[in-house]
């Protein structure tokens, strides 16, 4: 059976992101694309992959328009779908993660169902229609794929949790624990949304997956994080948001020991100059101001193994 694509008259992509596409020259071509494979439903294959997933990457907006990128874990199945309009979410916020706070029935959130192991990924943005007792459900806005490039595949576990209640730091400056962290990471996840002009207000929370070789996050003199942008689809769904918002989440996983790093901040990017010729491989470059965060040590039930990285990082430099 066919799965229509994007069936609606108005373009499935905002104004900042039509805004870069058509700086690129590819905004036509973005739109013939789009309207394939870019849906306002689950179709079974989505369906199927989201009930075998054993985490969530999510980003949601706070009441004060920081946005935040969280991880939810489960057994296989915490993720269904009553229908291809809605994903049902069964699992509760790990502890001292901020989304225990900004999950509210009416908000948009960006859902990314990630296998590390397989290198596949799937993009859900909607609304969160319904917040029961154990549970959450998401109506569909859109619904598409991801390729494969720049995922580092490592296999994973789930663990039993101890006794032990997890240890959360709060911070406003990046001290040696939360940077030994971003320094030596080869993944991270950026939750982003984009301004409605109308309202005001933080709209189209998206949430995407960032990788490179250990090091490719450089944390300059004043703190700021500088991060390399490779070729990638063209969607521009993280850039588009930061050309009409530049609040933004970042969320580091520690695959070894499980302590989580949460951050939010603002960030631009930076299109070209000196900065972006000496990141080898790099076409763009984004830069991070965080404001604060949270870094909890001993929440995430989950430990992965050392990574294979991707092969697409192979023509690219090393930024230790």
Known sequence: MANPGWTHIESPFHTGELAIQARFGAQERMDRQARRVVRDYLPEQHQQFFAQLSYLI???????????ASILVGEPGFLSSPNQHTLRVIAQPLFGDPLATTLAEGIDIGLLGIELHTRRR?????????????????????????CPQYIQARMFEL????STVPTVHHFTTLDAAERA??????????????????????????????????????????????VPDFAGNCHFNTFGNLELNPHSGLLFVDFDSGNVLYITGTAEVIWEGTD???????????????????????????????????????RMGSWY
Do not use: M
Request: charged share 20%; no cysteine.
């Open 58 to 68: 999510v980003g949601t907006v706070d009441t004060a328009g920081n946005l935040w």
């Open 122 to 146: 799937n993009r859900l943005n909607g609304t969160i229609t319904a917040i029961h007792a154990d549970s959450f459900d998401v109506h569909v806005g859109q619904s598409f794929g991801n």
């Open 159 to 162: 663990v039993e949790s101890d």
């Open 181 to 226: 962290i971003i320094t030596a990471a080869d993944t991270f996840f950026i939750a982003t949304a984009y301004q409605d002009e109308s309202a005001g207000a933080a709209r189209g929370v998206d949430v995407s997956h960032r990788g490179g070789k250990p090091g490719f996050v450089r944390i300059d003199d004043d703190g700021t994080l500088t």
């Open 276 to 314: 972006v010729i000496n990141y080898d491989g790099a076409e763009r470059l984004f830069r991070f101001r965080p404001v604060r965060g949270y870094r909890i040590e001993g929440s995430l039930p989950l430990r992965w193994t050392n990574p294979q990285f991707s092969p697409y990082l192979e």
